[in-house]
């Protein structure tokens, strides 16, 4: 049985502002195990955000308890490189964060790059490169301090649709291929489906678990190849009605 990479055990949190309360969870309960990749759904402003901020340390649980082993390496809905840095020095920048820019990890993320594509872009700057590729290297700058959990908000929304398409189908094969778990908040229903081993639906503020489901596509694991198959657009049919229910 694999470990659990997150647990979340009957987690409330509340917001305290001049205004009163505001309940942003309420009895949020679920795990993560090593090497699974799961997709987060809910309403509009159901606090998908604040779950990611409570896996990260961010927050702290008015009540209840969450348990993380293992680091985290957090991925936002932009790239947030910073301009006036090659590709390479914004790769290398957790690294110097955290006081870990030693010539072993600076060659680790120097390889990550090199072998998913950006190797010829190392010396360029982010305004030379698409907003995909982008994308590909704020992946690569996650993964550069080796993280054990992933944290994803929303990471493809800032993209038009084909671009998002393709970088889905990108971040999919290095987050498989590097045997990383991942936790993915979105909000689009097909890139859940698409991307995930399970789904968790999540009901309206106050945050809740309504329904998870696991996702058998045969053991496939490619985006698009899941787009193109029969039972898609039933589990698309099935979290539509439990979102707008």
């Not at 993964?143 to 493809?156: C, G, H, K, S, Y």
Request: a neutral charge; hydrophobic letters at 40%.
């Amino acid at each position: 049985m694999k470990k659990e990479m997150l647990l979340f055990s009957d987690v409330s949190l509340i917001y305290h502002t001049a205004r009163g309360e505001t309940k942003a969870a309420e009895g949020l309960s679920f795990s993560v195990s090593e090497g699974e990749f799961v997709a987060v759904i809910g309403p509009s402003g159901c606090g998908k955000t604040t779950l990611l901020s409570l896996a990260a340390g961010l927050l702290k649980p008015s009540s209840g308890s969450i348990e993380r082993h293992g680091s985290c390496g957090y991925m936002l809905q932009k790239d947030e490189l910073f301009r006036w840095r090659t590709i390479e020095k914004n790769i290398y920048l957790p690294l110097e964060i955290k006081h870990q820019k030693t010539e072993e990890n600076r060659l680790r993320a120097r390889a990550l790059a090199v072998k998913y594509g950006l190797g010829d872009f190392l010396q360029s700057y982010p305004s030379q490169l698409s907003g995909g590729m982008r994308q590909r290297a704020a992946l690569i700058r996650t993964l550069a301090t080796d993280p054990d959990l992933l944290l994803l908000d929303e990471p493809f929304s800032a993209l038009d649709y084909q671009t998002r398409l393709n970088v889905t189908e990108d971040v999919a094969e290095i987050i498989r291929s590097e045997g990383k778990t991942a936790l993915l908040i979105t909000h689009d229903i097909s890139e859940a489906i698409s991307l995930a081993d399970r789904v968790l639906v999540l009901s309206p503020r106050p945050a809740r678990v309504t329904h998870e489901h696991t996702l058998d596509f045969g053991g496939e694991k490619k985006p698009m190849r899941r787009r193109e198959m029969s039972g898609f657009s039933g589990w698309f049919e099935i979290l539509w009605k439990e979102l707008n229910g």
